[in-house]
Nanobody, 124 residues
């Protein structure tokens, strides 16, 4: 199993930046893909970004393309989500997720392990 802990959320003004981190522990010797999802109040959880095991392949939801960057440091078992030019509509609880595999996965149902989430609030 993989245990995930997110950090880095907070309150930021529109146009600002935040960097989320997700630290993995447990059975991290096997290759695993990572993803970020978010859930706003009253809405379903939605895909934000994903990265392959090697880091060479990434995917983003259209609404964050050009603003968010996903990266990973496998030596530290950590994945990052750099969020720039934040908008009020980015406000949500952000979750990281892991799946054993080497590809990029964008479906919520593809992931096996989830963190507890970190709140991101963007004020206008």
């Amino acid at each position: 199993q993989v245990h995930l802990v997110e950090s880095g959320g907070g309150l930021v003004q529109a146009g600002g930046s935040l960097r989320l981190s997700c630290a993995a522990s447990g059975r991290t010797s096997s290759r695993y893909a990572m993803g970020w999802f978010r859930q706003a109040p009253g809405k379903e959880r939605e895909f934000v970004a994903a990265i392959s095991w090697s880091g060479s392949n990434t995917a983003f939801v259209d609404s964050v393309k050009g603003r968010f960057i996903i990266s990973r440091d496998n030596a530290k078992n950590t994945v990052f989500l750099q969020m720039n030019s934040l908008k009020p509509e980015d406000t949500a609880v952000y979750y990281c997720a892991a799946k054993y595999g080497v590809a990029v996965y964008t479906a919520y149902t593809a992931y096996d392990y989830w963190g507890q989430g970190t709140q991101v609030t963007v004020s206008s």
